[in-house]
Structures are given as structure tokens and as C-alpha cells.
């Protein structure tokens, strides 16, 4: 089990009609409530830009720069990832406003996620989110997201240095006035992996595909300046 916090903040300055561009920030914890894996802190910092060609079309790019150190107090055994990461990570967006109740999108990003019996994975994903307004300000959106991960070191646990996923994403918003919003958010990663596990004689081994589930849910709170 992990805890996750931080803060995400952003600013942009509207340079033309179509045109904005702006700085964002981001910083992050991660506990391992059972001490498996390594505690880390993050942070990140870039450039970012928005164009709008029509009122019902946005398109924005940020490029950053990304650093992870991680505090080598895992208790799980056979954990020896000491690599922390410090490199270049991008998103790219493409939203479209389709009705006043109805908008959906496309994002292909690179970046990192928490490791699973390793420190971390390099990402790069492609996600199409939609998001509806159902009842007055309640917000309801659904994701699909396909990544392809690089582990920063064989996991400990699955013994794998890399892997294809799929991940499921539900979740409702709703404003709390004009300038602040609350959201909860529910995603199941579907994965499978190919393990080199014990067979039923005794120092033979042989691979088998194994389906991992992970289960995950987060609270957000917005504030607009």
C-alpha cells in the first residue's frame, strides 16, 4: 500500500485570442505504508504552451524537467534498486469541446510512475479521456490509457524490466464555487507479465503468464488563482 501527496501549480499568460504560454511546477511523496518498496520525493519544473484554432479546439504541449530520489529503506527482500531518475519528460494534448455538456481528448506524454518492486518505470503513453456533465456542475469522465514501461531495474517482484499495460480510469468532479473544485478518482491497471516461477519438482523453474491487478484510488483538490 502506498500514500501519495503534493501540489501541482501552474501559470499562463494569454499572449493572443489563440495563443498562451506559462511555467508549471510539481512536487510529490511516496510512502510505502508496508515498507515493500522505497520512500521517494519528486519534483517538477517546465515550460508550457496552448493554442486554440476554433472555440472547440485546444491544443497544448509542455516539455519538463523531472528529478525522483529514492530513500533505500525497502524491507522487501530481494529489493536492490538504488537508481533514482533525473531526465526530460513531455506531454502533448489535443481537446476537443464537442457540446456545452461534453468534451473529450487525446494525450501522449512520457514520464515516471512508482516502480512495483523496483524504484521506478519511464512511461510513454497514449490516453483518451472523455468527460460529461450529468447533473448540473457534476462532472463525470472515463479514461483509457495504453504505456509502454521501462523499469529502472528488474522487479523484485515479478522479475521483469519492462512491460505493456492498459489502465481503466472513472471519476466525478464537482465545483466548490467558482475558483476551487473536488474530484475522486478510480483506476485499475490490467497487466501481464511473463514470470520465471517454481514448478511442482523441486530447482526447476518455468515461465508463466500472471495477471497483476492494481487497484487505486485519488482525491484532488483544485484551486484556481
Do not use: C
Not at 44 to 59: D, E, K, N, Q
Not at 172 to 186: E, N, Q
Amino acid at each position: 500500500m502506498l500514500f501519495r501527496s503534493g501540489f501541482n501549480t501552474s501559470a499562463e499568460q494569454r499572449l493572443s485570442p489563440r495563443w498562451s504560454a506559462g511555467v508549471y511546477g510539481s512536487y510529490n511523496m511516496v510512502t510505502s505504508v508496508t515498507s515493500q518498496q522505497n520512500d521517494s520525493t519528486g519534483w517538477s519544473i517546465g515550460p508550457l504552451i496552448s493554442y486554440r484554432p476554433t472555440r472547440y479546439i485546444a491544443i497544448s504541449a509542455a516539455v519538463g524537467y523531472s528529478v525522483t530520489t529514492f530513500e533505500n529503506n525497502a524491507l522487501l527482500a530481494g529489493f536492490t534498486d538504488s537508481a533514482n531518475f533525473a531526465g526530460a519528460t513531455y506531454e502533448v494534448s489535443v481537446q476537443h469541446l464537442a457540446t456545452r455538456y461534453f468534451n473529450h481528448g487525446v494525450t501522449a506524454s512520457k514520464g515516471t510512475q512508482f516502480g512495483y518492486g523496483n524504484n521506478f518505470s519511464e512511461v510513454t503513453s497514449v490516453t483518451y479521456r472523455a468527460s460529461a456533465n450529468v447533473f448540473r456542475s457534476l462532472s463525470l469522465s472515463a479514461g483509457f490509457m495504453y504505456m509502454v514501461s521501462d523499469m529502472s531495474q528488474r522487479s523484485a517482484i515479478t522479475n521483469v524490466g519492462g512491460a505493456e499495460d492498459i489502465r481503466l480510469t472513472l471519476g466525478t468532479s464537482y465545483p466548490l464555487g467558482r475558483k476551487a473544485d473536488i474530484g475522486a478518482y478510480y483506476s485499475r491497471l490490467m497487466s501481464e507479465r511473463t514470470l520465471l516461477l517454481p514448478t511442482t519438482q523441486a530447482g526447476t523453474f518455468a515461465e508463466r503468464a500472471v495477471k497483476i491487478p492494481e487497484n487505486s484510488v485519488v482525491m484532488t483538490l483544485n484551486y484556481r488563482f
